[in-house]
T-cell receptor, first 116, second 113 residues
Framework: NAGVMQNPRHLVRRRGQEARLRCSPM?????VYWYRQLPEEGLKFMVY????????ESGMPKERFSAEFPKEGPSILRIQQVVRGDSAAYFC??????????????FGPGTRLTVL | DQQVKQNSPSLSVQEGRISILNCDYT??????FLWYKKYPAEGPTFLIS?????DKNEDGRFTVFLNKSAKHLSLHIVPSQPGDSAVYFC????????????FGKGTKLSVKP
């Protein structure tokens, strides 16, 4: 039973380019959470999605960031017109029981985004 | 405004001894707490959790204690092993939330042989 998969593991972009980060949840999990970790910081919640629905995007920056979790395929976190401050590790987590406080989330290995 | 605080950035312990990692929180709506372990260049790995209706949960060498009145929890690892060396994150989720986790900044544990 494969764990949460994220790709690419490392992504380098120049300022102004687009970054696309992909996440495949664990088998049987239909709840996906995205988090961002800046250097020397803890993980910060960005967005929570179920299949075809954004449930909570209260942690997402208002501009340039978007997320989706289509009926088929992985969840995608998209960052348009990247800036240096977007450089961070982006982690995806999946859960069998999202939408409530009592849920254990299982994390992928992360995508490390570097903006030159 | 940090709702989950891990005030010790690092902790060094001798192999075989007990490691105690501490975490404080400010939000009284938190009702579920989790500890994650993280190695460099990897994602966090779930270790143990506790709900607010309990004050202790044990799993092998790992025990989490919750003191609701003090808004404090701790993770005990005994006996500590060199493979336990990693960054440990405390996380919490709030009653009525969609389950998003609020993380502390982490404590780097070094277990020396």
């Amino acid at each position: 039973n494969a764990g949460v998969m994220q790709n690419p593991r490392h992504l380098v972009r120049r300022r102004g380019q687009e970054a696309r980060l992909r996440c495949s949840p664990m088998k049987g999990h239909s709840h996906v959470y995205w988090y961002r970790q800046l250097p020397e910081e803890g993980l910060k919640f960005m967005v929570y999605l179920q299949k075809e629905n954004i449930i909570d995007e209260s942690g997402m920056p208002k501009e340039r960031f978007s997320a989706e979790f289509p009926k088929e395929g992985p969840s995608i976190l998209r960052i348009q017109q990247v800036v240096r401050g977007d450089s961070a590790a982006y982690f995806c987590a999946s859960s069998p029981l999202g939408g409530q406080s009592y849920n254990e989330q299982f994390f992928g290995p992360g995508t490390r985004l570097t903006v030159l | 405004d940090q709702q989950v605080k891990q005030n010790s950035p690092s902790l060094s312990v001798q192999e075989g001894r007990i490691s105690i990692l501490n975490c404080d929180y400010t939000n009284s709506m938190f009702d579920y707490f989790l500890w994650y372990k993280k190695y460099p260049a990897e994602g966090p790995t779930f270790l143990i959790s506790i709900s607010s209706i309990k004050d202790k949960n044990e799993d092998g060498r790992f025990t989490v204690f919750l003191n609701k009145s003090a808004k404090h929890l701790s993770l005990h690892i005994v006996p500590s092993q060199p493979g336990d060396s990693a960054v440990y994150f405390c996380a919490a989720s709030a009653k009525g939330s969609q389950g998003n986790l609020i993380f502390g900044k982490g404590t780097k544990l070094s277990v020396k042989p």
